[in-house]
């Protein structure tokens, strides 16, 4: 009989299986097409959806960027890796060759994109007059403020000469395919990697909004790049006409695959959403109360309940801990659980990194806080520093999976009753 941790982990990385690019991409390729073909694209999972496009289509001319160590082997799409979430010189660099690279196709060529979560800090091609320094203090306080990913997105969106739409126009009038991972709630296109590929009718305005509304500083140069005409393109401009942008991975497949696991189990599950949004302690909160509350309810022979939840939970930087939303998640939904019996949870991203920090995530159960209290750690002053992982660390309840070469955000399981 293996433990409610195992199984939650069992859970997670069914999730995480079914996202695999290299089990559910091929499906979504038309034959390869005659003539030049151009494979680009950027993300987490980036390299691994080459790596199975060209298991379909043997070699390909292209570029793709992604995360250090998300690497795979191409024969011929070249793989450079860079920095993730702040961007770095090797990405600004690639950026520019895969620019130039698309420039290069014509009306009778092909360009496939491969789009997943990460794409926007590993497509860097910042505004004119805007330094790559000054595009890497903006990411990190974006990252540090607790603003939504589709008003991070915005943001860099319009300092960007890649995104919202800006690598489709470059392309123009070759076609255009993006296939895209998922990993934003809603699923809406235009923010999986700031929407390269795609469209958005946001304005610089807008953005300078959001810099404003999260008390985000930035030079003169910044201010006078957002009061610039919008490079932007409208939905409805005529670069986009050739492209075709598919969603072929998102969460709810996978919290669906975790679902039929758990129900196959014996429990009685219960899909809370795979968009959810909002700081991390406080969705914690609120699902702990839901769990106690369910646990009141249950009478003897009742299934053990399931709470299954995905979407991308944000946290404020209020202390100098290392820590990310699953962590935050997992040890503010311990300190209101308080011990609470039968209650167990798992909180991760699946992209194997929560934060900044090389750790998925986090488990609990009855026994957390009795845990940190023999290491001698204070769950509450680790909450308060944003030192979720240094928590989780001391008491050897991380979840580490390495690269998982897929990104479909957050997974959240607590099981009840066990």
């Known amino acids: 009989m293996i433990s409610t941790e195992t199984f939650l982990r069992q859970l997670f990385d069914k999730a995480v299986e079914v996202a695999d690019p290299m089990r559910s991409l091929a499906r979504f390729l038309p ?24 298991a379909a289509w043997g070699p390909c001319e292209g570029l793709v960027i992604t995360r250090y160590g998300y690497g795979r082997p191409c024969r011929g799409i070249e793989i450079v890796e860079a920095a993730h979430p702040v961007p770095d010189e090797s990405g600004l660099a690639a950026t520019a060759r895969m620019i130039e690279l698309v420039k290069t196709a014509g009306e009778g060529d092909f360009v496939l994109a491969l789009i997943s979560g990460g794409a926007s800090a590993l497509l860097v091609a910042p505004a004119e007059g805007v330094s790559l320094a000054e595009k890497q203090a903006i990411n990190s306080a974006l990252l540090a403020s607790g603003a939504p990913i589709d008003r991070m997105n915005t943001v860099r969106k319009h300092l960007s000469r890649v995104k919202g739409g800006q690598l489709a126009a470059a392309a123009y009038p070759a076609r255009m395919l993006s296939l895209l991972i998922s990993d934003v709630p809603g699923d809406d296109p235009a923010f999986i990697g700031s929407g390269p590929t795609v469209g958005d009718a946001s304005t610089p305005a807008d953005a300078l909004a959001t810099l404003q509304r999260w008390k985000i500083e930035v030079p003169a140069i910044v201010k006078a790049a957002l009061a610039a005409p919008s490079r932007v393109l409208a939905p409805s401009d005529p670069r986009l006409s050739r492209v075709e942008n598919v969603i072929y991975a998102a969460p709810k497949q996978s919290l669906a695959a975790a679902a039929e696991l758990a129900e196959k189990a014996g429990f009685d599950v219960r899909l809370l959403g795979d968009a959810l949004e909002g700081e991390a302690r406080d969705v914690a909160t609120a699902q702990a109360q839901m769990a106690l509350d369910i646990r009141a309810s249950l009478r003897p022979g009742d299934r053990p309940v399931l709470l ?56 609990i159960g009855p026994g957390t806080l009795a845990a940190a209290q023999a290491a001698d750690i204070d769950p509450q002053a680790a909450l308060a520093a944003n030192d979720a992982h240094s928590f989780f660390a001391a008491i050897g309840a991380q979840v580490v999976t390495g690269p998982t070469l897929t990104n479909v955000n957050d997974f959240r399981a607590i099981a009840i009753g066990v």
């Open 31 to 54: 034959e390869r097409p005659q003539g030049r073909v151009i494979v680009v694209g950027a993300g987490k999972a980036s390299a691994r959806m080459a790596e199975a496009v060209e």
């Open 308 to 363: 299954l939840s995905g979407g991308e939970l944000t946290v404020t930087r209020r202390g100098n801990g290392v820590g990310g939303p699953n962590a935050e998640f997992c040890l503010a939904l311990a300190i209101a659980l308080n011990g609470a019996e039968g209650i167990h949870a798992i909180a991760c991203d699946t992209d194997g990194v929560d934060g900044a920090a090389e750790v998925a995530g986090a488990v």
